[in-house]
């Protein structure tokens, strides 16, 4: 079975300041890695992956995350947030299967708030 | 382009009757996702189809719940005899292909009375 844990509940962090969020995971198998931004009343938007390859991945919006296997994490950062940036951030992740198809197992996700 | 669709966005029920929600996945995905989010909880996986196989229910919380695909495209997920505890938003994905990135709909929010 796959767990995900995200450490924060609730990161607050001024406008321009940096950000991380933390991920860690447990599986028994080799995995896919995903996060994912919910804003207000919207659904999930995928922010960025981790499939194969280079560890450090980009993706929207100036975010980052880096795959560590040894550490098993996965943790987002932004180098500047902005207040537009103020939303929920869903850790999740898949294994591995030669179908392609598997379940999402998230994390209970971690609500940044940027203040000016 | 279309993405995934969802409808109602907003469904208010009574204790006790049935509802249905929509969800209407992106063109030629062969795989549908229902999760479920609600406070406390977090993201909870209910049921997912894959092509022509038999559906994967191994989420779904009890015997209210059912949901069917049709044509290999839409997907109806029904829940019978509402409960105040399904109150919850309820979201639809949908991938395609070997790497599984699923991409989800805007969520119908469900508030049982």
Redesign the interface.
Known sequence: AQSVTQLDSQVPVFEEAPVELRCNYSSSVSV?L?W?VQYP??????LL?Y?SGSTLVKGINGFEAEFNKSQTSFHLRKPSVHISDTAEY?CAV?DR?N???????????TMLLVSP | GAGVSQSPSNKVTEKGKDVELRCDPISGHTALYWYRQSLGQGLEFLIYFQGNSAPDKSGLPSDRFSAERTGGSVSTLTIQRTQQEDSAVYLCASSLGQINIQYFGAGTRLSVL
Not at chain 1, 99 to 109: A, D, E, P, Q
């Open positions: 896919y995903f994912y009343n919207q659904g999930l938007q995928l992956k499939l869903f898949s299967k179908s392609g198809y598997s379940t999402l197992t998230f994390g209970k996700g």
